[in-house]
């Protein structure tokens, strides 16, 4: 009876298991994706399924899709799409549009325009945000015409909020429900600048559990809510 009651007791853990593995959801994205658009999809979910958890994750566009390939994550957000031809097991859904807005902080000479032109900006010093993985002051130089005065390069959307709330600089960032508009002036460009494209990636072999189809459905419609 006792070796009886073990193998139950292996029974009940393995249910355990599997029950807790079918509420976690593994989601990994880039690091600006993560930044910008992942928290507010997150709260969103949980307000109808809070009994859901999420392993989160930043990684490259490459990673990403390498572990999506291998069934390491469920789930991926990317922005360049053009390795996909590489994964034939992998799927991709365009989610979210989001458009590149000017932040500066209240007192700043700009701070009551509502728009304004990036030619504007060339004397202002630029909290630039750096994803780890590609030249910023490149980046910047392409988008917005010319080499910018970059004053620092933080890796968390957090730290550069603050140092624009801090009158340290200004910043170009997508357009987010994140962004304390108390502490910080949105203005929009007039240069047409191409919106940043958000994609779900997922594998399209493997059968998702209930908890998962539900948050892939409910990341789909996003942008319809």
Not at 166 to 190: D, E, H, R
Request: charged residues 25%; proline residues 2%; hydrophobic residues 35%.
């Amino acid at each position: 009876k006792g070796a009886l009651s073990e193998v139950e007791k292996g029974k009940l853990k393995l249910k355990e298991m599997k029950n807790n593995s079918d509420t976690i959801i593994s989601i990994s994205s880039t690091a600006c994706i993560g930044a910008i658009f992942i928290p507010f999809l997150i709260s969103g979910f949980f307000n109808n399924n809070s009994k859901v958890k999420f392993n989160i994750d930043n990684q490259n566009t490459d990673e990403i899709l390498k572990g999506i390939k291998n069934n390491h994550i469920d789930f991926g957000f990317i922005s360049n799409i053009s390795d996909l031809g590489k994964y034939s097991n992998i799927e991709a859904t365009l989610v979210k549009k989001e458009e590149y807005v000017l932040i500066v902080p209240k007192n700043h000479h700009l701070a009551n325009k509502e728009e304004v032109y990036l030619s504007e900006l060339k004397n202002e010093y630029f909290i630039a945000y750096n994803d780890k993985c590609s030249d910023v002051e490149k980046c910047y130089s392409d988008f917005i015409g010319y080499t910018p005065k970059i004053y620092a390069e933080p890796s968390e959307a957090m730290i550069l909020s603050g140092l624009v709330e801090a009158g340290a600089g200004i910043a170009i960032i997508l357009n987010t429900p994140l962004i304390n508009t108390n502490k910080i002036s949105v203005i929009k460009i007039k240069d047409k600048i191409d919106d940043k494209s958000i994609y779900m990636v997922w594998n399209k072999n493997i059968i998702h559990n209930k908890n998962k189809t539900e948050f892939k459905n409910y990341a789909l419609n996003v942008d319809k809510r």
